[in-house]
């Protein structure tokens, strides 16, 4: 399993208590849905290794999770490590809702200029995520929010919007 074929489910942030426990923040949408959660994949130096879970108990956006086989020690050296899933374990999204790597390389249709160009990636600022766009060799970074995504269009793999007054002229220079 590769990272490019996962997604980021936390970080292991640090001990809990004497017998081997560690806490994950879950960067997730819903924690609760993960409440059953029997492994994940842990990056140790670059390398995604499966761990088993013997206990996992959620509260809010954390988890207390004791591994199986793990001494306490062991179990400690993990603090600071990335946590990943399978890709296709995210659940399935309709609408205009949507995964930022899912939509890479879909095309942008603006509702004033037409065709924009193509998704790059989506850069995930903390403020505002934002769509990295290329028209031939031109940048154009349209904001990711819903007054802003007119329709989603997975089969055609086309993204509808209707961009602020004046950003698209902004890097086209029209």
């Known amino acids: ?11 292991i942030t640090k001990p809990f208590g004497f017998k081997g426990q560690v806490v994950f923040f879950l960067d997730v ?9 029997d492994s994940a994949f842990v ?19 954390k988890a207390v999770v004791q591994f199986d086989d793990l001494t ?3 179990a400690t050296s993990l ?5 990943y899933l399978p890709l296709s374990l995210l659940p ?3 609408g205009n809702q949507f995964y930022f790597h899912e939509v890479v390389g879909f095309h942008v ?6 065709d924009i160009g193509t998704i790059r990636t989506v850069i995930d600022y903390p403020a505002q995520p934002l769509f990295q766009i290329f028209k031939n060799d031109t940048e154009i970074l349209i904001p990711v929010i819903d007054s802003v995504i007119d329709k989603v269009d997975r089969e055609n793999r ?9 950003l698209i002229e902004l890097y086209l220079g029209q």
Do not use: R, W
């Not at 399993?1 to 970080?11: N, S």
């Not at 603090?79 to 946590?83: A, E």
């Open 109 to 114: 249709v603006d509702k004033t200029h037409g």
């Open 43 to 61: 990056e140790i130096k670059g390398n995604l290794v499966p761990h088993f879970f013997q206990i996992i108990n959620i509260n809010g956006n």
């Open 158 to 166: 086309t993204i509808y919007i209707s961009a602020p007054n004046g």
């Open 72 to 74: 306490p020690q062991e």
């Open 1 to 11: 399993m590769t990272k490019d074929q996962c997604y980021q489910l936390g970080k």
């Open 29 to 37: 949408d819903d924690p609760l849905s993960y409440a059953e959660l």
């Open 92 to 94: 399935k999204l309709t």
């Open 79 to 83: 603090v600071g490590c990335d946590l």
